[in-house]
Structures are given as C-alpha cells and as structure tokens.
C-alpha cells in the first residue's frame, strides 16, 4: 500500500533534518525543527515514518556538554522511541539504551530506564533482554544513582521486569542476585532501595515473595528490626508493614515468627530510651494487621498491641497521642473491633474520656484527629442496631457524638481556635 501524500512529506521533511544535523557542528536551531516535527505528528504515524531512519546523528549528539542540546536530544528521542515497537526497540537500539544508562546525565539515564520499562512488559521483547545480563546490570546500579527520581526509575523498571517467571529468573537466579547484593553495600540509603524493590516484589504474588525470600533479601529486612541504628529499624518497621498488606504477605510473617517478634518489641519498648524513634511503626503495624484480617485474633493473640495503644492515648506525648487515636479509630471502624474494644471495659472508658478531653482542648491536628477517631467509634450500620444501644452507653457517648458534630461543624466552616 501506499503511504498518503502528507505522511511521505512528514518522512522527507524528518530525514532531510537528520541529514542536516549530521554535518553541523552547533545544529540546536535544526533541533528545535526536528523537535517541532516529531511531537507534531501522531505516535502511530511517526512509528511508520523513523521506523526506517537512522537515528544515530541524535544518539551521538547526547555526549555534549551543551546543555540545551542534551535537552533537545532527549526530547526527540523520547517522542521517536516511543512512537517505536519494543520489539523493534530492543534489537535495534540496545547499545544506545546501555550507552544511556552510563550517561552522566540523569535525563538521559530516565529516557534509557523508560524505553526498557516499555521492553519488559512486551513479552516478545522481553525474551531478548533477560538475556542482556550488561544491560540490566546497568539498570541495578542506577538504584545507587544520587538522585532519587533515577533510582526510583530503576526501581520501577525491574519491578515491572519482576512480573513475569522469566524476569523473576533473571533477577534471582543469576549473577544479577550478586549485583543487587553489591548496590546494597554503598550505605544505608541505597539498602533501602533495594529492599523498596524486593517487597514491590514479593507483594506481587506467593511465587515472587519466595524468589525474594530463598535469596535471603527478606531475612536481611527482617534483621535490620533489632539492629543497632533506631532510624533504620523504624524504616525496617514500615517496609515489613507494606510486605503485609497482601494476605500472602502477612501469612509468611506469621509463619516465620515475625508477628511474635514485633509483638515482643512493643512489650520491650517500655526499657528502651529510644523506642518513640519506633514504636508508633510497630503500632501501625499491628493495626493494619486488625484491620486487613480480624481485630478480635489479632487483638487477643497480641495484647501488648492494645495495652500500648492504650496507654500511648492516655500519655502525654502529641506524637503517641495521635498514632494511638489514629489506630483506635482504625480499630474501631467495624463492629468487630468495636466489641473488641468494649470488652476491655473500665480501661476502654477511660480511653474514651480523654478522648473526648482531647476533642474539646488539645491542639487543632489532635482534636481533629481525635474526633475522627471518635466519628469511626461511634458509627455503626442499622443492621447493628442491637449493639449500637449497648455499645453507646458507655462514657457517654451521647455527649461525645455532640461535641464530634459541633466541633467538626466549627473546625470545617469556621475555622476557629477553640
């Protein structure tokens, strides 16, 4: 078939530009032209037109010291390879994308990350890629780059890379394992990006957690809770949460031991100077545990959980203050935790009344926060009417359900200092 007059044009018009830039010395005005074309011509039409072209002229254009022309190139590029099949893409380009991994600036290195991204979710071109070991050794050190927003690139390039059994194999079961290891090794930041990785990893499926796991990523997280350094261990804290948020997840936790283990820190916590840097993560921990399975098992087979919450709310430290509303509130969300709740008796009341203390005179983010909690507590479906009646009579509940609605009218309308 023939291609219509005006996209035969557009073509002529690409490759006269790439003609002329290839034999200036300063070509940015002819940049700015090719630039122009590209973005102005649809992507399914543009991947007919280059699919043909040599595109070596702009490749090379890159190694410049001219930062406009950097800016140019990459902009172009990003248009042309986009508009390209990644099939087409990875046999056609991948020493250019390996050449822009190693590229000393960043935008270079994303433009790289992004065309392999689109690589590793075509399941033809990923076939030939796994088999690139230099090229995604490439894309593992770019996790140790200086700048986040590369790290994250990369980060998201071999997480999506990971989806399949394929990618899997690659990452564990290859000398790219040793790389991982080694990028972990450059200091606390960078180990911290890499486990990042491995739990978006794991929290895929069982089968992606136990690649992670039997190359002992998962262990080497789970170490890093009692370790010496107190921020590392309250982040450590947050990527085991996020590992429990799939159901998987948290049975691999329960399994080796981990959720007694945390528990123990939280009874532990009282003979630490230092456990306010953690505890509010082992808090969360627990209460997102209640939240995504049963309240009643979590909060019976744990105690410690909510004696902690307990007295985090009645204490005097803001920060406490808040997580431990936060989790009452998260807690008492369902009927379920509600009863859970009640059934702790005096102790839960007195919960209540500072709660309701806290709602009429603590700073604005804890009354607010602390009437939040109160609108979950108290909030129940007409199908509960039985317990609504039972539940409501304790520490009066009528007049905190009062002050929740007239201070959240004042608060949201007003906006006045109380």
Known sequence: LKQPFSVCKMAASIEDLLLEISGLEEPLEELRNLKTAVLAIPLNILGEIVSGLRLEVIFSLLNSNDREQTELCVAILMRILQALDPVNL??????ELLSGLKHP????????????????????????????????????????????????????TLSKMAQTKSGLDALFMSNLQKDLKDVMTTDDVIRYRVYELVIEISSVSPVSLGYCANSSFISKLIGELTGDDILVRATAIEMVTTLAHSQHGRQYLAQQGIVDKISNMIIG??????????????????????????????????????????????GQDTTMIGVALDTLGILGSNVEGKQVLQKTGEKFQQVLKRMSQLAKNAATELRVRSLEAIALLLALPVRSVFFVCEFRESAHCVMISFIACL????????DLSL
Do not use: W
Not at 90 to 95: E, G, S, T
Not at 289 to 300: F, G, K, N, R, Y
């Open 269 to 314: 916590a009282d003979s630490d100077p230092f456990s306010a840097f953690y505890l509010p993560g082992l808090v969360k921990f627990f209460g997102n545990l209640a939240i995504m399975d049963s309240p009643q098992q979590i909060c019976e087979c744990y105690p410690a959980f909510v004696t902690k919450v307990f007295e985090m709310a009645t």
């Open 407 to 414: 201070l959240k009218k004042l608060l949201l309308c007003c």
């Open 90 to 95: 990875v046999q056609n380009f991948r020493a």
């Open 105 to 156: 600036d960043d935008t270079v290195k994303i433009l790289a990350m992004t065309q392999i991204g689109r690589i590793v979710e075509h399941t033809e071109a990923m076939t030939e890629i796994v088999n690139s070991q230099e090229l995604l050794k490439e894309v593992i050190h770019c996790i140790g780059g200086e700048k986040i927003s590369v790290a994250k690139e990369a980060i998201k």
